[in-house]
């Protein structure tokens, strides 16, 4: 089964729309994450929840709104999709402990979007 | 700049041959991770070392930390064509809780 599932896979699509990659994890964490990798493979931090409460939020344009139903679910939604936005996402998930800092993530397989 | 930088950018060899990279950091951190992405995959956890070890070992990959120096290096021995991959070291913040920092990643192929 699956750990950490991402979908689409691949999204198509023009300048201007709107769109959503869903993410969820079944391994019982308290964590998940939205990462952007650019085409220099450079992967930045967009979002983090911990128990469904944004933890971070890495300077990311207000289009970009994450939304988590529960614990093991994720979703980015952005709006008025750019050129810019071309790019690999990966939603990842770990637990974490108080005091002791972030433990192994898990890593969706990535959905590729593309703007045009 | 970037947390978690690593060096070399690329890294070419033959099978069997060794392969070493390294990590350099910033900050104090709780821990630093390994990570192995494969083309068009996302990424792997390959090993995880606490701030209050030295070195850590898994099967053929043997990691290194070194606080003072704010720098880890990350060995594969005997390598294989199948290891060919980008490999990125992160980091999370001493106090930073929820934030890991991922590095620009060092870009691995073993020939065969």
């Known amino acids: 089964d699956t750990a950490v599932s991402q979908t689409p896979k691949y999204l198509v699509t023009q300048m201007g729309n709107d769109k959503s990659i869903k993410c969820e994890q079944n391994?019982?964490?308290?964590?998940m994450y939205w990462y952007k990798q650019d085409s220099k493979k450079f992967l930045k931090i967009m979002f983090s929840y911990n128990n469904k409460e944004l933890i971070i939020n890495e300077t990311v344009p207000n289009r970009f709104s994450p939304k988590s139903p529960d614990k093991a679910h994720l979703n980015l939604h952005i709006n008025s999709l750019e050129l810019g936005d071309s790019a690999v996402y990966f939603c990842a998930s770990s637990q974490v402990r108080a005091g002791v800092g972030t433990d192994t993530q898990y890593f969706g397989p990535g959905t590729r979007l593309t703007v045009l | 700049s970037q947390q978690g930088e690593e060096d070399p950018q690329a890294l070419s060899i033959q099978e069997g041959e060794n392969a070493t990279m390294n990590c350099s950091y910033k900050t104090s951190i709780n821990n630093l991770q390994w990570y192995r992405q494969n083309s068009g995959r996302g990424l792997v956890h390959l090993i995880l070392i606490r701030s209050n070890e030295r070195e850590k070992h898994s099967g053929r990959l043997r990691v290194t930390l070194d606080t003072s120096k704010k720098s880890s290096s990350l060995l594969i021995t005997a390598s294989r064509a199948a290891d060919t991959a980008s490999y990125f070291c992160?980091?999370?913040?001493?106090?930073?809780?929820?934030?890991?920092?991922f590095g620009a990643g060092t870009r691995l192929f073993v020939k065969a």
């Open positions: 391994l019982g964490h308290d964590t």
């Open positions: 992160a980091t999370d913040e001493r106090g930073g809780g929820f934030k890991t920092i």
